[in-house]
């Protein structure tokens, strides 16, 4: 089977330019400015963006053990509408992934039944309880891409000094979630102004910076790969561009609603304004935007974390931290960054492919021949309206339901198999 895709508008080589692209037994055969109109099925891409699949390298595929809040089939599709191809699986699933065992039966899921290709995460300790480490080894030799306690962090400083050493042995690299659980507290939301005016207990930033700022020494000494998931403070920022400039091997990403929204969207007690780290004040989100695009962000990640309605649509201090990310995620940033001016649309699709892509050390997701095709095309002109009935996510816990967005994904495309469109 041969797909040729006429006449869009492709990120090719960093920038946007005309291509046509065809595909042979799942992979880019060429890519020219014209080819010939001989393949068994021709996509007529004119007016239209043809972009790399995005890479998402922080999800929450919640399987095994709570595919009541999304399963790997539903995660997947979820991905494929909204444009990514690959994306990682994080740990904190029921049972833990912490063993062979479980890094197999994802994995092995995913390829029987998936719509996007998922790397595993595998846990730094033991359940991710931070008393001990993890089998990373044997995980290691099973494919795992990371390792991470993400939803819950390491609060000993040598445990994750050992984990460092240990992690880096095997050339894995430490994704972490930075969270000081005694400056924590019970904290909600974001501890400032709108907390107090809530009466919500308030997370503190510094919760956040201490570990980031504990993390970089423990990654400078052992000589790690640390990457910070989900950074959200401009101090956080401050302190990454500081390491890197030291020459300190980390790198970090961004979610979608750390660049758009801020601590006020809390002010209605939406249940899906609240997540961790919470929403910041503006200049946090300011912060964030500015370092994306400095490059000190290196990635956008959507921490796409899934919950059933029973447990969101409840009680502010008793619902689960958290949101879906992965079919929003494009058309927001699009919608709210790029089409104001805010954001180039080439730092976007870098930051959704290439750039995690590197992160993590995972396959290129870049448009050339020779790999596999992954990619999608996007309508810039159309858009996207997002209801319960329509995102895909057995999750619809999203402070943007019920919006319609700039941009719509009308294919994507997974080694040459179309997992998204008609
Ligand atoms: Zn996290």
């Given at each position: 089977?041969?797909?040729?895709?006429?006449?869009?508008?492709?990120?090719?080589?960093?920038k946007f330019q005309i291509r046509d692209i065809l595909i042979k037994?799942?992979?880019?055969?060429?890519?020219?400015?014209?080819l010939p109109d001989k393949a068994d099925r021709t996509i007529d891409a004119s007016g239209k963006h043809v972009f790399p699949g995005f890479v998402d390298i922080h999800v929450h595929l919640r399987d095994p053990g709570q595919t009541y809040k999304e399963d790997i089939v539903s995660g997947t599709r979820s991905a494929a509408r909204g444009g990514f191809t690959s994306l990682c699986a994080m740990p904190n699933t029921d049972p833990v992934v912490d063993n062979i065992a479980t890094v197999d039966y994802i994995q092995r899921r995913a390829k029987d039944l998936g719509s996007a290709r998922v790397y595993v995460i595998g846990a730094m300790t033991k359940k991710?309880?931070?008393?001990?480490?993890?089998?990373?080894?044997?995980?290691?030799?099973?494919g795992i891409v990371a390792v991470s306690d993400d939803g819950n962090c390491v609060q000993n400083a040598k445990l994750m000094l050992n984990c460092m050493r240990?992690?880096?042995?095997?050339?894995?690299?430490?994704v972490i979630h930075a969270e000081d659980y005694n400056l924590a507290g019970k904290g909600?939301?974001?501890?400032?102004?709108?907390?107090?005016?809530?009466g919500l207990s308030?997370?503190?930033?510094?919760?956040?910076?201490?570990?980031?700022?504990?993390?970089?020494?423990?990654?400078?000494n052992t000589g790690s790969r640390l990457h910070i998931a989900h950074i959200s403070t401009a101090r956080s920022i401050e302190l990454v561009r500081q390491a890197k400039q030291r020459g300190v091997n980390v790198t970090c990403e961004v979610t979608p609603h750390h660049l758009l929204l801020t601590e006020d969207a809390c002010l209605g007690f939406d249940t899906n304004t609240k997540m961790k780290p919470p929403l910041r004040p503006e200049q946090d989100r300011l912060a964030c935007l500015a370092a994306l695009k400095d490059g000190t962000?290196?990635?956008?990640?959507?921490?796409?974390?899934?919950?059933?309605?029973?447990?969101?649509v409840r009680e502010f201090d008793l619902a689960p931290f958290g949101i879906i990310g992965l079919e929003t995620a494009f058309c927001a940033l699009y919608h709210h960054l790029v089409k104001p001016g805010l954001l180039t649309l080439e730092r976007l699709a870098e930051a959704l492919t290439?750039?995690?892509a590197r992160v993590l050390a995972l396959a290129s997701a870049e448009l050339k021949s020779g790999v596999p095709a992954d990619l999608n095309i996007i309508d810039l002109e159309a858009s996207t309206t997002f209801t319960e009935e329509s995102i895909l996510s057995k999750g619809k816990n999203t402070p943007w339901l019920g919006q319609t967005l700039s941009g719509k994904v009308l294919y994507t495309l997974l080694e040459g198999r179309i997992t998204w469109g008609d």
């Open positions: 089977m041969t797909i040729l895709i006429k006449n869009g508008t492709a990120f090719v080589n960093h037994k799942g992979r880019i055969a060429r890519i020219a400015k014209t991710s309880e931070g008393k001990e480490i993890s089998e990373m080894a044997t995980m290691q030799s099973g240990y992690a880096t042995n095997f050339g894995l690299p430490l909600q939301i974001h501890g400032g102004r709108i907390a107090s005016k809530l308030g997370l503190s930033g510094l919760a956040e910076e201490v570990i980031v700022s504990r993390d970089i020494m423990l990654a400078e962000i290196d990635c956008i990640a959507t921490d796409h974390a899934p919950h059933a309605d029973f447990e969101k290439s750039a995690p």
